[in-house]
């Protein structure tokens, strides 16, 4: 069996007779339109195991947003955006017996998503979510957790502001073959959940607060929880 989208658009007195937005022998399934902050209109949905997005309705073309595996069923996806142009996405996922729910940003701009981001982890099982992002630039989720031993369920809310958060991990020093030569490599991560982009990495011989030499420099761009 196969499924495909459809689309009508209400001009305020009536609506437009269907179009077909997919034609093809792969399932299209829970489709979610959503309002721009520049008041156009997107379509995201489940292609088969992929999340896909349609930006153009005219050419009814569409991107791959993230996939999924084929032996898992397909997360239903809520989706929200805010004044700043941002795009996020909520879901759920059962992993390692536990029910948690994951989100991803899109900053305008930036041209891909974050990385998956754990919004929740901890042993109740979360269900029913729904959320919004304010014009501060912050994720507000509403959600069911049933208590694993009581099956009790509470109805929770949660507020988390977004950004950035670059992180270094270990410095290491690698030797050329050359005394007067050697290698220093950092690892650089951005464990917030917005992008990073032409950060400066700068290895100094010494504080560089107190006459210390610079000893080279590298720009990174990263994106939320890589």
């Excluded at 109740?124 to 509403?142: C, M």
Aim: hydrophobic content about 40%; charged content about 20%.
């Amino acid at each position: 069996t196969d499924t495909e989208l459809y689309w009508s658009e209400f001009d305020g007195a009536a609506w437009s007779a269907p179009v077909r937005a997919t034609n093809d022998a792969v399932t299209d399934q829970g489709p979610r339109v959503f309002c721009l902050d520049d008041g156009s209109f997107e379509l995201l949905w489940t292609k088969g195991v992929d999340l896909v997005r349609m930006a153009d309705f005219s050419t009814l073309t569409h991107a791959l947003v993230r996939s999924t595996s084929p032996l898992a069923p397909a997360p239903r996806y809520d989706v929200a955006c805010d004044p700043l142009g941002r795009i996020a996405l909520l879901w759920t996922t059962f992993q390692e017996g536990q029910v948690d729910l994951r989100y991803a940003v899109l900053e305008p701009g930036y041209g891909s998503w974050s990385n998956e981001l754990l919004l929740t982890s901890d042993e109740g099982s979360e269900k029913s979510p729904s959320f919004a992002l304010s014009s501060g630039g912050d994720l507000i989720a509403a959600f069911l957790r049933e208590d694993p031993a009581t099956t009790q369920h509470d109805l929770l809310w949660l507020n988390l502001t977004l950004g950035q958060d670059l992180t270094v991990g270990p410095i290491t020093v690698e030797p050329t073959g050359n005394p007067d030569e050697f290698f220093l490599t950092a690892e650089i991560r951005n464990l917030g959940d917005l992008p990073v982009g032409n950060a400066m990495v700068d290895f100094h011989l010494g504080d560089p607060g107190a006459g210390g030499t610079l000893l080279g420099s590298a720009a990174i761009s990263l994106a939320g929880g890589n």
